[in-house]
């Protein structure tokens, strides 16, 4: 079945350091790859999303390339602030109507 | 704005005491979802509606059930909530299912307390 493999965390950097969240995938086909985030206590928010192998999808600063020789989808940042401080999650539609998340990686961002 | 509103953000029941959460949306989507989130998990998806078809996961426990009177609102009702059900529960809406637009939106989700 699907799956989707996140490192794990936390990942703990300083304010304007360069961030890496690793994301690999297994799929049937080349399906939507997506990056939630969650920040404490709420719920999650789509962060950016690629359709296609080599889109890039981008927001807020953040990138991921949807790369398919490596199945993978890795999210970016190339200075975090503290306010970037969540659980991101990566995701993958499954079947009809569920989303396959990874475990979640947690991103500690000190001043 | 809000476009998935889930009332309340906090939640408090006890142990056995029947508990309904409640989830709207303005943004007119087909699909509907309930999601359980357990502390540093992935949510899990419990169930969802197209239109009026409900759609219930093999693997959801018979004590969660959901009704959706209209389009805009769904709600999640736990019969007899156990400690193990204390959770996060995240409620999702998407236009349509299995098409690369269909990007599900989540609410801020409900915090569940079992005492």
């Known amino acids: 079945g699907d799956s989707v493999t996140q490192m794990e965390g936390p990942v703990t950097l300083s304010e304007e350091a360069f961030l890496t969240i690793n994301c690999t995938y297994t799929a049937t086909g080349y399906p939507s790859l997506f990056w939630y985030v969650q920040y404490p206590g709420e719920g999650l928010q789509l962060l950016l999303k690629?359709?296609?192998?080599?889109d890039k999808g981008s927001n807020k600063g953040f990138e991921a390339t949807y790369r398919k020789e490596t199945t993978s989808f890795h999210l970016e940042k190339g200075s975090v602030q503290v306010s970037d401080s969540a659980v991101y999650f990566c995701?993958?539609?499954?079947?009809?109507?569920?989303?396959?998340f990874g475990k979640g990686t947690m991103l500690l961002v000190s001043p | 704005d809000a476009m998935v509103i889930q009332n309340p953000r906090y939640q408090v029941t006890q142990f056995g005491k029947p508990v309904t959460l409640s989830c709207s949306q303005t943004?007119?989507?087909?699909?509907m979802y309930w999601y359980q989130q357990k502390s540093s998990q992935a949510p899990k998806l419990l169930f969802h509606?197209?239109?009026?078809?409900?759609?219930n996961e093999a693997d959801t426990p018979d004590n969660f059930q959901s009704r959706r009177p209209n389009t805009s609102f769904c709600f999640l009702d736990i019969r007899s909530p156990g400690l193990g059900d204390a959770a996060m529960y995240l409620c999702?809406?998407?236009?349509?299912?299995?098409?690369?637009?269909?990007?599900?939106?989540f609410g801020a989700g409900t915090r569940l307390s079992v005492l």
């Open positions: 690629a359709t296609k192998a080599d």
């Open positions: 943004l007119n989507h087909n699909v």
């Open positions: 995701a993958l539609p499954s079947g009809y109507s569920t989303l396959t």
């Open positions: 509606y197209y239109d009026k078809d409900f759609n």
């Open positions: 999702a809406t998407s236009r349509g299912r299995g098409q690369p637009r269909d990007i599900q939106y």
